[in-house]
Nanobody, 124 residues
Framework: QVQLVESGGGSVQAGGSLTLSCACS?????????MAWFRRAPGKEREAVAR????????WYTDSVKGRFTISHDNAKNTVNLQMNSLKPEDTAMYYC?????????????????WGQGTQVTVS
């Protein structure tokens, strides 16, 4: 079975940086599919933060993190990372890794099948 495990969360001061990592086990990535980072802040609904297509490396970011966050994927290691710079208090949230494997249609619809347990990011 596919399992996603996030790591790298923590508490930082505003303006600081964190790098989140998501390790995938139980599946081999193919040239279609996507991985993404979502977050859920207190009192808010879950939102997509960044997405990367595993085959071509095309990326997408929500407007609030553009220029500050960078998503990357390593096929050899089956990992996806999120480099977060210039963190703001409003970035405080539980961050979740999600994946679609082998299906671009579900990527475009945002229907992620696999999810990690989440890692907490707190910015003060």
């Amino acid at each position: 079975q596919v399992q996603l495990v996030e790591s790298g969360g923590g508490s930082v001061q505003a303006g600081g940086s964190l790098t989140l990592s998501c390790a995938c086990s139980g599946a081999t990535y193919v040239n279609t599919g996507c991985m993404a980072w979502f977050r859920r802040a207190p009192g808010k609904e879950r939102e997509a933060v960044a997405r990367i297509f595993v085959g071509g490396g095309s990326t997408w970011y929500t407007d609030s993190v553009k220029g500050r966050f960078t998503i990357s994927h390593d096929n050899a290691k089956n990992t996806v990372n999120l480099q977060m710079n210039s963190l703001k208090p409003e970035d405080t949230a539980m961050y979740y890794c999600a994946a679609v494997i082998g299906n671009l249609f579900y990527c475009l619809r945002g229907e992620y099948k696999y999810w990690g347990q989440g890692t907490q990011v707190t910015v003060s």
